[in-house]
């Protein structure tokens, strides 16, 4: 079988245009190829708007949190000690849990010398299967308002790539977050969108950062070219990342992207 190209899409910025050009990347690449597209900004999911997707299925994202049995707890406290992430707590003589601040490690449940931890799910948001236009395979997740972590559900998320699809597209959260890292983590091909202002070239420097420490390919799309300087250009001449594409600053890309047009459908990008 061969092995699935996996594509990402980040950008250190957000609102450079990451999910527009995610989304008409797919488009295109649906021409001649299977596609499979993961919008894994769980936060403020959009590709919908874009992909215009038909939802067939809806799966929970949990993760497990303990659950303490206190006919039997002896409030050692050696569970509370081991836990990193402070979501348990001991006040006299009961261990309180704080959901919320659980990572799902099972370090508590694996040190209990009375057995009284177990683990039970806890919901922090869900996972959505459908089709899109030109049948490419759509998976997003959504993150549970007042839930603090984004990065279980990426990961269950990616753990439905289906292998037999030839691309899968992965439409990154903004920032370089943990979030980021589990979304381009084992991509094969990292493409960063930028814009050419101060503060694109000052998140790009942290993406570029975070691909040089895993070790991940990737290239540079400019957005919205025009409206700034070449100091991007310049920085990316003394690294290792091509500039693949710009795409120019033009009022009726706006306008059509607003209205929830693929990108490819309003104008032909200039090369680079």
């Known amino acids: ?15 450079t ?26 936060e403020a999911p959009n590709a919908h708007l874009f992909l215009k997707p038909t939802i067939e299925s809806i799966l929970p994202a949990t993760i497990q949190v303990p659950e303490i049995n206190n006919d039997i707890c002896t409030a050692c406290g050696k569970c ?14 009961s261990i ?9 490690c099972g370090s508590c449940q694996n040190i209990c010398p009375e057995n009284a931890i177990r683990e039970t799910p806890h919901k922090i ?19 549970t308002i007042s839930e603090p972590m984004s990065t279980p559900i990426i990961r269950q998320l990616k753990a439905h790539i289906n292998e037999e699809i ?5 439409d990154s959260p903004p920032g370089a977050s943990c979030s980021v890292v589990a979304t381009v983590h084992d991509a094969d091909f990292v493409l960063l969108v930028t814009e050419p202002t101060p503060f694109g070239l000052h998140d790009l420097k942290q993406m570029i950062g975070v691909l040089e420490k895993t070790s991940t390919q990737g290239g540079v799309i400019i957005n919205r070219e025009g409206i700034g300087d070449e100091r991007i250009e310049s920085f990316l ?31 032909t990008p200039i090369s680079a």
Request: net charge positive; with cysteine; hydrophobic share 45%.
């Open 1 to 15: 079988m061969t092995r699935i190209a996996k594509i990402a899409v980040a950008s250190g910025k957000g609102g």
């Open 17 to 42: 245009g990451k999910t527009m050009v995610a989304t008409s990347l797919a488009a295109c690449l649906t021409k001649q190829n299977n596609i499979q597209f993961l919008d894994c900004d769980v």
């Open 80 to 93: 509370v000690k081991v836990c990193e992430f402070h979501a348990l707590a001991q006040i006299e003589n």
């Open 96 to 104: 309180l849990v704080f959901p919320q601040l659980c990572h799902g």
């Open 125 to 143: 948001g869900n996972l959505r299967f459908g089709k899109a236009r030109e049948n490419i395979r759509f998976l997003s997740g959504d993150l």
């Open 166 to 170: 030839d691309v899968s597209i992965l």
């Open 237 to 267: 001449d003394t690294t290792q990342y091509p500039l693949m594409m710009k795409i120019p600053y033009r009022v009726e890309i706006a306008a059509g992207l607003a209205k929830g047009d693929i990108l490819t459908s309003l104008c």
